[in-house]
């Protein structure tokens, strides 16, 4: 039986705690929570306390509570410690090591794994501050899930909705079960995948044929070998491969943001097709079609994700890209390697069925020169430039 320590945070979304613990529990795990402040204001402790069978603490300065346990055996006699739902404030108190009420005091004494699920605002998710505070506690080591997209209790839509209680259930299981020591152990790897969807107005967008199957398959085998694995997806109808903490965008702009948060990273892998242009005001209203000739889109340039690593302050030691040619394969992927600053550029011709297809055949672009790898499955790619990355690392 786990030993799961659920911090409530104060927000709308606390509800949903209360079904965390009932599952947790049918599910056989014991839990422990504590309410904070504001998450009093939406639940009770005793609706937690008769959920969890089990004590809810909720004061810092409880002088029964410090000389029975105290804070500090508290914060380390559980497997998981879990935020649930982690507000912006209480991400920002964690991110800056505060400790000034009983869940940040917890969170700062604890010798074991931390998880949150994030539940705000769909501004306050957006707001740089909070993507730096996420990027830190990524960081940090903390996993933080990325938040349902949907409508808010506040009337707006976007991404921030705490993630259902089922997946964080799953999530929570994932980070307790024992993960066999592999060749990337301790490492974490960045990669992206699928396309990205430019608006054109509410009901259109420029995109491409990408099916994120060749960058899931990648992921997994990451994940495979030991590592801890962030997974950037653009719009995609694919299972999280076991393992992998997945972060969903719809555009190139969201996805350079993701991948700015996941850092730092040992090695990053680019095989998203993001859109290399993006209107540059998408219409509020549906474009209707009459007579008259369609006005020309003004298109502007999106930001180059790879390029940017490669000058970032935190660009991960292995730079991996991905290039998708339709002729001149190798001249074009040799070029791209330069021109982005990737160490390596693997390129294939996508002229067949490659997008979308179930097999791959890539060239490996790297300072040495390149080689061709024959067709294979791409689970089998994966898995070959897998066991490359990790070599390269230990390197």
């Given at each position: 039986?786990s ?8 927000g ?41 069978e ?50 940040t ?36 080591g ?90 950037v ?11 992998v ?30 859109a ?16 008259a000739?369609?006005?020309p889109?003004?298109l ?18 292995l ?60 689970a ?16």
């Amino acid at each position: 039986m786990s030993r799961i320590l659920l911090i409530v945070g104060g927000g709308i979304a606390a509800y949903k705690s209360c079904e965390l613990v009932r599952e947790l529990r049918r599910r056989g795990h014991r839990v422990r929570c504590v309410l904070t402040e504001g998450g009093a204001h939406f639940v009770t402790a005793m609706t937690l306390a008769a959920l969890s069978e089990d004590k809810v603490y909720t004061d810092l300065w409880d002088l029964k509570d410090e000389a029975e346990m105290g804070h500090i055996q508290l914060s380390r006699e559980a497997d998981l410690v879990v935020v649930a739902p982690a507000t912006a404030d209480l991400l920002a108190r964690m991110a800056a090591g505060l400790a000034n009420d009983l869940a940040t005091t917890l969170l700062l004494a604890t010798d074991k794994p931390v998880l949150a699920a994030p539940a705000m605002n769909v501004r306050m998710w957006l707001h740089a501050a909070t993507q730096r505070n996420v990027a830190q506690l990524r960081g940090d080591g903390v996993t933080v899930m990325a938040p349902d997209e949907g409508a808010m209790a506040c009337g707006e839509f976007g991404p921030g909705r705490l993630p259902e209680p089922l997946a964080i259930a799953d999530r929570i299981e994932r980070a307790l079960a024992p993960r066999a020591a592999g060749v990337l152990a301790g490492r974490h790897v960045l990669v992206t995948a699928g396309p990205t969807h430019e608006p054109i107005d509410p009901v259109r967008y420029i995109a491409n044929r990408s099916s994120g199957k060749q960058g899931f398959a990648i992921a997994a085998a990451l994940a495979e070998l030991g590592a801890r694995v962030t997974l950037v997806a653009g719009p995609v109808a694919l299972a999280t491969p076991a393992g992998v903490d997945r972060v969903d965008v719809e555009t190139a702009a969201e996805m350079a943001a993701a991948v700015g948060a996941a850092l730092p990273a040992d090695a990053a892998v680019m095989v998203a097709a993001v859109a290399d242009w993006r209107v540059e005001q998408a219409a509020a209203q549906k474009l209707k079609k009459d007579a008259a000739a369609p006005a020309p889109l003004a298109l502007v340039a999106n930001p180059d994700i790879l390029a940017g690593l490669s000058t970032d302050p935190r660009r991960p030691r292995l730079l991996v890209g991905f290039a998708a040619e339709t002729e001149q394969v190798v001249a074009h992927a040799t070029a791209k390697r330069a021109r982005k600053g990737a160490d390596w550029i693997v390129a294939n011709d996508v002229s067949g069925d490659v997008m979308g297809g179930d097999a791959n055949a890539v060239q490996l672009v790297t300072a040495q020169g390149f080689e061709t790898w024959e067709r294979l499955p791409k689970a089998a790619v994966a898995a070959r430039l897998a066991e490359r990355i990790a070599a390269a690392l230990a390197g």
